[in-house]
């Protein structure tokens, strides 16, 4: 299974009249396969790229190495449990980062704890979203998220 | 008695012999007090330590009495001037040592009869008894007999026989009630546990009084021998004169006879006081460790409650953190089976054949009461985790909330809610809402044919109020009350009544975790109450 979509354009367009760039933060192929699933059924137009740890989402995001070619993302899906650097970690950085702290964060995770929202919204997360068991749930909530950040709200320019 | 104390080891002869000796040596002293002829004196301790021989050793010491009673008076009445007078003499001194042997027996047996405790005169009863039976009354025989023998002798003359008997007597007598207490109290082995000091406090005031008596005897005698000279310039009276001072002698021995009951009473109870104040003293001390052991054990046990306590409080912590950990992160494969099993359905539907479908329903299904479970264990752990204060919460308002909340199952099955005045409480009050409100909804779950009948009343106890909710469902067979409020035990098969089997745990959990009991009175198709206990 393919870590990375990268380029790959799926659904209809949208408000930028190109697709959306995406950047998934998440370690477990499963989950990431689901999220590109649900996307894809949610008929979102987006380009996915994946990253598998923190370490590897701070290189990208500052184009580092291999990725100096990526292009910056509309928006972060960020799960908070990575191996080598932490999302709340790569939250803080971000936020922190004068060039990336304008890039809606979506904090997309199973954890239901009351710290980690806490944690997440104190570290300017942008929102919070505990992923659902429901497949039906998930892809409304994808849907939504797209629908929210990338056609209701107005964003400033790069 | 103990068999070791040096008198009660002594064989019988050595014991005679001994009692021969001091009798002698003591009469012999008491002799040189004598009045003419030298026979009676009114000082005689010899008699009391016969009488106290006698209640030692034994009726069988008499011949020691007897010996030195004899040898005493030989002393006195030998008359070497011819064989008759020798023999007469020797008649003399045999006779007045059976009497003093008698005498001494005589006061034993009575002593012996009448007196419950003679050795340790405790007793008021037992000192009175003692000093008049083996004082005053037996010695009337010795002095009697005595002074009769004097007089067949010829040793005095008819007109000095009272005067003897009445010396005699006196002397026999004050001898018993000093001597023979005294010689009693030293010859015995200890009695109580105060024996020695009682033998001192009595030796004392004892030998002062005895001391006191020769004093006054020689001092009496004194003046009456100097009176007597004088008669006997004025008058040429030269015929003995008798001694005619009743009066100082029958003073002096009823003196005597007080004194000593008097010494050996206060002593006695003293020694009583004394053993009590002892008993009660070890007693005291006894029950004062027995409470000290008590108190260690208690501590102990309660050392060992407290820790047991704390591991029971870290285990039963541990239990659910895993319970909580376990379920969040069971959440996650979850997921993934459920929403790839989901997908499964969504793309590849009557694609894969009737099999397939089910299969996916199946699993679908497996899934979906699986993440149910897993909630509902989450839900069990967190209650008492939440860390939320006690308010006080007015009963009847959250009813309301509850009624509102439960509505739309209220509504269709035409259930009516009734309920007692009800108080405020101070509790969680999240927890309390979830606790009537599974009740409450179990109450509609369960219905019988007819609609449901809800009626919850709270009434006042000691420390609790006792809440019950009453219903008119299908009941409850009385083997499974204990059941329904295991987590995940349900009566009912998914297909009659959809559910984990949470909703009674988590109402037990919530009822303990606050302090109380919850339990069920049910009969099938007659209706359910639960009860529960909220502290006050």
């Not at chain 2, 012996?112 to 005053?136: A, M, T, W, Y």
């Not at chain 2, 007080?258 to 004394?274: P, Q, V």
């Not at chain 2, 199946?362 to 509902?376: P, S, Y």
Request: hydrophobic share 40%; charged share 25%.
């Amino acid at each position: 299974m393919p870590n990375k979509e990268k380029g790959k354009m799926m659904g209809t367009s949208n408000i930028v009249g190109r697709p959306i760039e995406i950047l998934l933060v998440e370690d477990s192929p499963a989950n990431v396969r689901l999220t590109v699933e649900a996307f894809k059924e949610a008929k979102v137009h987006n380009r996915m790229n994946v990253v598998e740890d923190g370490v590897e989402a701070m290189a990208y995001l500052r184009k580092e190495g291999k990725h100096k070619d990526m292009p910056r993302p509309d928006i972060i899906l960020l799960d908070l449990n990575l191996p080598k650097k932490d999302g709340r970690e790569v939250l803080a950085e971000v936020k922190q980062d004068p060039d990336l702290k304008r890039i809606p964060v979506v904090i997309l995770t199973t954890s239901k704890a009351e710290e980690d929202i806490l944690k997440s919204y104190n570290l300017h997360a942008n929102c919070y979203i505990t992923k659902p068991v429901d497949l039906e749930k998930f892809i409304e909530v994808v849907q939504s998220i797209e629908n929210f950040w990338l056609t209701v709200v107005k964003l400033p320019p790069d | 008695m103990n068999s070791g104390f040096w008198l009660d080891s002594m064989k019988r002869p050595i014991k005679i012999f001994l009692v021969a000796l001091l009798y002698c040596a003591i009469a012999k002293l008491s002799l040189l007090l004598a009045i003419p002829p030298g026979y009676a004196t009114a000082i005689w301790p010899a008699a009391g330590l016969a009488l106290a021989g006698v209640l030692r050793c034994g009726y069988g010491i008499w011949p020691g009495i007897w010996l030195g009673s004899f040898l005493a008076n030989l002393g006195t009445s030998l008359d070497l001037t011819s064989g008759a007078t020798v023999l007469k003499s020797l008649e003399l001194s045999l006779g007045i040592g059976l009497g003093a042997s008698i005498q001494a027996m005589t006061g034993a047996f009575f002593i012996r009869r009448f007196v419950k405790n003679p050795f340790s005169l405790q007793f008021e009863k037992d000192v009175i008894k003692f000093l008049i039976l083996g004082g005053p009354l037996s010695c009337l025989i010795s002095s009697v007999w005595g002074v009769e023998n004097l007089f067949f002798f010829n040793q005095i003359s008819p007109s000095q026989i009272s005067s003897h008997w009445l010396t005699w007597w006196t002397g026999d007598t004050i001898g018993v009630l000093i001597f023979s207490p005294l010689a009693l109290a030293w010859s015995h082995p200890p009695l109580e546990p105060h024996w020695q000091k009682r033998r001192l406090s009595i030796s004392l005031p004892f030998l002062v009084t005895f001391i006191f008596i020769v004093i006054a005897f020689v001092q009496a005698n004194q003046w009456e021998n100097e009176k007597r000279e004088l008669e006997f310039n004025l008058k040429t009276n030269l015929t003995y004169h008798e001694t005619e001072d009743w009066d100082s002698l029958m003073g002096g021995l009823v003196l005597t006879l007080l004194l000593s009951a008097f010494i050996l009473i206060l002593t006695g109870r003293t020694s009583r006081i004394e053993d009590l104040v002892t008993e009660r003293t070890r007693a005291l001390k006894k029950a004062n460790q027995d409470l000290q052991d008590h108190l260690i054990v208690y501590q102990k046990t309660e050392q060992a409650l407290l820790e047991k306590t704390k591991e029971l409080g870290r285990s039963n912590q541990d239990l659910e953190q895993f319970a909580y950990v376990a379920s969040h992160d069971l959440q996650e494969p979850l997921r993934m089976v459920s929403g790839y099993v989901q997908l499964l359905a969504k793309r590849y539907k009557d694609k894969l054949g009737q099999d397939a479908n089910e299969f996916i329903h199946f699993a679908t299904d497996g899934a979906q009461r699986m993440h149910e479970m897993i909630n509902d264990l989450l839900e069990y752990s967190r209650i008492g985790r939440s860390g939320k204060e006690k308010e006080i919460v007015d009963c009847e308002k959250l009813l309301e909330e509850i009624l509102l909340n439960l509505k739309e199952t209220l509504d269709p099955s035409k259930a009516g809610v009734s309920h007692d005045p009800l108080p405020q409480i101070q509790v969680e009050k999240l927890q309390m809402k979830q606790l009537l409100q599974n009740l409450i909804g179990n109450a509609i779950k369960y219905r019988s044919d007819q609609p449901p009948q809800i009626h919850i009343s709270a009434k006042p106890e000691d420390r609790a109020w006792l809440f019950s909710v009453k219903d008119n469902g299908i009941g409850i067979d009385p083997q499974y009350h204990d059941r329904i409020f295991v987590i995940f035990q349900r009566l009912h098969s998914q297909s009659e009544y959809q559910g984990t089997g949470i909703g009674l745990a988590i109402c037990k959990k919530i009822v303990e975790s606050q302090g109380g009991k919850i339990w069920v009175e049910s009969q099938v198709g007659q209706g359910s109450t639960f009860y529960f206990t909220i502290q006050k």
